[in-house]
């Protein structure tokens, strides 16, 4: 089986508030390649946010 899972988090509750995308491929069960990104949301983070990633 071959799969790409997506991820996002956001920034805050607003789900437009994306601060980061990634994706991870995955072939007979074993992770093959994986990308990420952080992007700038424009936008406010919540505290809760902040305390659950860390950044």
């Known amino acids: 089986m071959e799969f790409v899972a997506i991820d ?5 509750a607003d789900m437009a508030s ?3 995308i990634g994706l991870a491929k ?3 069960g074993k992770l ?3 990308w990420s990104s ?3 949301p424009e936008d406010y ?10 950044y």
């Open 8 to 12: 996002v988090e956001t920034a805050n």
């Open 32 to 34: 093959v390649d994986e």
């Open 26 to 28: 995955y072939i007979d």
């Open 18 to 20: 994306i601060c980061q």
């Open 45 to 54: 983070f919540d505290f809760i946010n902040i305390d659950i990633r860390h």
């Open 38 to 40: 952080l992007i700038d």
